[in-house]
């Protein structure tokens, strides 16, 4: 399995904007499609943003589409969340995930199979 590490994330002001990487190692990270899901407190994990595994097809949660970003650099084996215009609601631990092989028409968390341990971000109103 791909080992990852995510970082970048902090307290913010809403209205701020962050970056958040993971960085992968440990298996060819071009082979792996990558996504970001996140977990509020007492919340079931959720679907953020992912990317294929050249970068070339992106997909977001309808809630972030026009102000999340997500790419990645396959040379530097890292992948990125770019957040804009956060809102309090964004709060929560964010989590990059690898998925061996491509995206399909439709996936889930459980077709991850590797992830990182998280990085908090907390956006204050």
């Known amino acids: 399995q791909v080992q990852l590490v995510e970082s970048g994330g902090e307290l913010v002001q809403a209205g701020d904007s962050l970056r958040l990487s993971c960085a992968a190692s440990?298996?060819?990270?071009?082979?792996?499609?990558m996504a970001w899901y996140r977990q509020a407190p007492g919340k079931e994990r959720e679907f953020r943003a992912a990317?294929?595994?050249?970068?070339?097809?992106?997909y977001y949660a309808d809630s972030v589409k026009d102000r999340f970003t997500i790419s990645r650099n396959n040379a530097k084996s890292t992948v990125y969340l770019q957040m804009q215009r956060l809102k309090p609601e964004d709060t929560a631990v964010y989590y990059c995930?690898?998925?061996?092989?491509?995206?399909?028409?439709?996936?889930?968390?459980?077709?991850?199979?590797?992830w990182g341990q998280g990085t908090q971000v907390t956006v204050s109103s």
């Open positions: 990317i294929s595994r050249n970068g070339g097809r992106t």
């Open positions: 440990g298996r060819t990270f071009s082979n792996y499609a």
């Open positions: 995930a690898a998925k061996d092989g491509e995206l399909g028409s439709a996936w889930s968390a459980i077709d991850f199979g590797s």
